[in-house]
Every structure is written in structure tokens, then in C-alpha cells.
């Protein structure tokens, strides 16, 4: 899972220096709108699936006719949501002058897709057998890395999103590949009948998942869509590379721990409860002096990073950076109130809510301040979405006597 967050994550965030000097942050910026549009489109389509087909798979990793019966209908539930997506494109395609005058960098971006729906990733974690995939993620995408470092200039710009589209659709093709060839699915795809009520039901088995997901991207992705409205490409372009930089830190910092301590706390928890809110508090303890660090770091060393990363030294830019010092501080603790509070012991069926509430008020505050407060009224949106987050799911934590 390590290699699988570097080729998708930490690639794409080490490029990001050399593509603005390369052909500036003004063309950055409209590659990334775009891509941020997609990556709506990608949610849609991988519906939650990597979470409730995953753990159907795990249930009947002995079983091959149910894991082909799993592996088809998960299948054919991301081509029918393609397919819903494609349509949606289309009508916003329709309705912004933006995506018609960029139609091809439109659809470069778009077709990523087209990979998503072929890669069992889900099916590959529910077998636990993810090294191999993995090892092909990282291999390809360094492939298309390499191929926008020797290639990549000011009039070509569209090598960008299409490099990683090409990656993703070859990593997803020999995946496929791999999964029908490995458990002979191919064989069993001849007696399989296909369930429109199956379909369904796996749509909605994944629905709350996919709600959860989708309002804690708006905290990101929302808020960038509704702040391109009021500045500048070039605008954009700075704020996109700090966001990558700012996502890739906490995520370094934040996935793994989280991932290594949640097996741990859940089953602590679900024997010695008492035992489990000790250690639970401990680790907020832990949180807040991590995020105080992260906080002086990002704060202290913004003029630097902003340099050597986006190739500039504006004093608004710097602000930004310096800004984001507030989401560093909390998102330690908010990970560990999340994933050791609420998911480790069963409460997730209150982060839908939380989520909505908080992707809501991200939304309003920025809509209704980015005339007077330009890329800052992202920054602060997402900021206060996810201190009101964490202190909501305290709140429930406390309710449900847990804290």
C-alpha cells in the first residue's frame, strides 16, 4: 500500500517544480482545474468500491465462484457509473466556456477513467496480494515520470495529464490481466450471469462510503473549483503546487501512522475498552504536540519551500504556505479522533454527517469570500472545515461516552 500512495501521490508532487519552471505556473494552474473536474468524476466512478467489493473479496478469498461472481459485478458497476459520468462530463462540458475552450486537455484528463474501471485494486487487497500490482503502479507511473522530464516543453503541456492517463490505463490493463489469468476468471466470465439487482445492490452497499469520500474531497477539491472563479491561471497554478506539497507532507506523516496503529487500537478497544480510550487520549496528546510541530515547520521554513518548490518569491505566496500552518497543526489530531476514535470503534456511521456539515460550510465560506479574499478564502475554508471536524467528532465521541 506504501508503494501504491508513493507512485500516486509522491510522483505526481516531486514533478510539480519542474513542471512550473518548465512551462510556468499559469499552465499548471489550468492542468490542474481540469484534473481537479476529473478527479470528481473518479470518485463517482470508484464509488467506495475499494472498501465494501474489498471486503466481499476477503470473505471469500477460498471461494472462486463467488470471488468471480464479486469481480464482474464490481466490474460492470464501475462501466455503468463510467458511463453516468461520461454524461455528467458532457452537460458541464455543455454549460462552461472554460471546458469548451479546452476541450483536448479536457479529454486527456478525462481519460484516466478508462484505467480506474479496469484496475481490481479492491479484488488484489481482498486476496492481500497487492505487492505485485503495486510494484507495476510504481513502474509505470515512473515510466510516465520520466517521460515528462526528457519530453515535456511549454508547447506540449498536454503530455502532462496525458502521461499519467496512459500510466493509469496500462497499470489498470495488466492488472485485469493478472486477476483473470491468476483465479481463471476468464473461464467463469462464459457461466456468468449478469445481475442488474447485484449491481444495485453493491451501489448501495457503497453509497454512505462513497457520500464520506466525496464531502471530504470538497474540502480540497470544492473549494479550488469555486476559488478558480475569482483568481488568475497563475493564481491557481501557485495554489495547486502548495496544496500538493501541503497534502504530501501530512500524508507522509499522517497515512502511516494512522494505518499502523488502527488493527491495533481496534482490537485493544474491543477487548479492554477502558484500555482502548487510554491509549486513545495518549495518542491525542501525541497529535497535538506532532501538529504544533508540523505547524512551526510549515510557518517558519515557508519562504524556503516556496522557493525551491514553485520557483518564486512572492510575499503572497509565502502567506499562503504560512497560512496552511493551521491545517498542519490540527490534522494529526483530527486523524487520530477519526480513525482511532470513531472508525476503530464502529462509530463511523457518524463521519457521513460530520463530512457533509463540513464540506458544506468549506464550500459556503469560500463562494462568499473569494472576491475579497482570492486563493486565501480556499485556504481558511479548508482550514475551518476540518477544525470543525475534529471538534464534532470529539463532540461525538464524548457523547457516546468513549472520551
Same mark, same amino acid.
Given at each position: ?5 508513493? /507512485? ?18 499559469? !499552465? ?42 464479486? &469481480?464482474?459485478?464490481? @466490474? ?6 463510467? #458511463?453516468?459520468? #461520461? ?14 475552450? *479546452? ?12 484505467? &480506474?474501471?479496469?484496475?481490481? =485494486?479492491?479484488?488484489?487487497? =481482498? ?9 507495476? *503502479? ?10 515528462? @522530464? ?5 508547447? *506540449?503541456? @498536454? ?7 496512459? %500510466?493509469?490505463?496500462?497499470? =489498470?490493463?495488466?492488472? &485485469? ?98 484500555? /482502548? ?16 510541530? @508540523? ?26 504556505? !504560512? ?14 479522533? %477519526?480513525?482511532? =476514535? ?34 486565501? %478564502?480556499?485556504?481558511? /475554508? ?22
Amino acid at each position: 500500500m506504501v508503494v501504491t500512495q508513493f /507512485g500516486n501521490y509522491l510522483i505526481p508532487f516531486l514533478l510539480t517544480p519542474f513542471i512550473i519552471r518548465k512551462i510556468g505556473a499559469a !499552465q499548471f494552474g489550468e492542468i490542474s482545474y481540469f484534473q481537479n473536474v476529473v478527479i470528481y468524476t473518479t470518485l463517482f466512478i470508484n464509488f467506495g468500491f475499494e472498501y465494501t467489493a474489498t471486503r466481499l473479496v476477503a470473505r471469500n478469498q477460498k471461494n472462486n465462484e463467488k470471488l468471480a461472481s464479486v &469481480f464482474f459485478n464490481t @466490474l460492470l458497476a464501475k462501466v455503468f457509473l463510467l #458511463l453516468i459520468s #461520461l454524461g455528467f462530463t458532457f452537460v458541464w462540458f455543455l454549460s462552461s466556456n472554460k471546458l469548451q475552450n *479546452n476541450m483536448p486537455l479536457l479529454l486527456a484528463c478525462w481519460i484516466i477513467n478508462l484505467g &480506474f474501471v479496469l484496475y481490481p =485494486g479492491w479484488f488484489f487487497q =481482498g486476496m492481500e496480494q497487492m505487492k505485485l500490482t503495486s510494484l507495476f *503502479n510504481l513502474a509505470i507511473k515512473i515510466a510516465g515520470a520520466v517521460a515528462i @522530464l526528457l519530453f515535456l516543453h511549454p508547447d *506540449n503541456y @498536454l503530455l502532462i495529464p496525458v502521461s499519467f492517463s496512459v %500510466s493509469q490505463i496500462a497499470i =489498470g490493463f495488466i492488472a &485485469f490481466v493478472v486477476a483473470t489469468q491468476q483465479y481463471k476468471f476468464a473461464s467463469a466470465f462464459k457461466s456468468f450471469k449478469f445481475s442488474f439487482t447485484s449491481v444495485l445492490q453493491n451501489l448501495r452497499e457503497s453509497l454512505p462510503i462513497f457520500i464520506t469520500q466525496l464531502t471530504n474531497s470538497t474540502y480540497l477539491l470544492g473549494t479550488f473549483l469555486i476559488v478558480a472563479v475569482f483568481v488568475s491561471s497563475e493564481e491557481l497554478g501557485y495554489f495547486s503546487g502548495i496544496q500538493k506539497f501541503i497534502y504530501a507532507l501530512l500524508m507522509l506523516v499522517q497515512l502511516p501512522l494512522n494505518n499502523a496503529l488502527f488493527p491495533y487500537v481496534n482490537r485493544v478497544s474491543e477487548s479492554n475498552p477502558a484500555k /482502548g480510550k487510554t491509549i486513545v487520549k495518549k495518542l491525542m496528546l501525541g497529535g497535538i504536540a506532532l501538529g504544533v510541530l @508540523l505547524a512551526v515547520f510549515v510557518y517558519m521554513f515557508a519562504p524556503i519551500i516556496v522557493d525551491l518548490f514553485l520557483n518564486t518569491k512572492d510575499g503572497r505566496v509565502v502567506l499562503q504556505m !504560512q497560512t496552511f500552518s493551521w491545517l498542519a497543526a490540527i490534522m494529526p489530531l483530527s486523524g487520530i479522533v %477519526s480513525y482511532q =476514535g470513531l472508525y476503530a470503534n464502529y462509530l463511523d456511521r457518524y463521519s457521513s454527517a460530520i463530512s457533509i456539515v463540513c464540506a458544506l460550510v468549506a464550500c459556503t465560506f469560500t463562494f462568499f469570500t473569494g472576491n475579497s479574499l482570492g486563493v486565501l %478564502s480556499a485556504i481558511w /475554508g479548508w482550514i475551518i472545515a476540518q477544525w470543525l471536524d475534529t471538534f464534532l467528532t470529539f463532540v461525538v465521541l464524548r457523547r457516546e461516552t468513549f472520551l
